[in-house]
């Protein structure tokens, strides 16, 4: 299946980085993991994130929706920094 595909990668990953593999696939698939995987999931969908990697900046009470600009991280740097200064 996809999922299992995945955690497969992940572990290869995992073992690329000279991580506890064993360990890390027992975190993967504990159940706080879990949790805290459904927490973020419900939290995007609250926000309305509907791509990922993204990008959600909150500042205050505001939340902002950025779009990534995977060859210059600079734009994303200056669109952040305008949200803060103008807050």
Known sequence: ????????????????????????????SSPETRQVLLSEIRLCRELGARSFPGLVLK?????????????DPDVICRKIKIYLDTG
């Open 1 to 28: 299946t996809a999922l299992n595909q995945q955690l497969t990668l992940a572990i290869e990953l995992a073992r690329g980085l000279d991580l506890d593999t064993g360990q890390f696939s027992r975190d993967l």
């Open 59 to 71: 500042h205050d009470d505001d939340i902002h929706m950025l779009r990534l600009d995977y060859n």
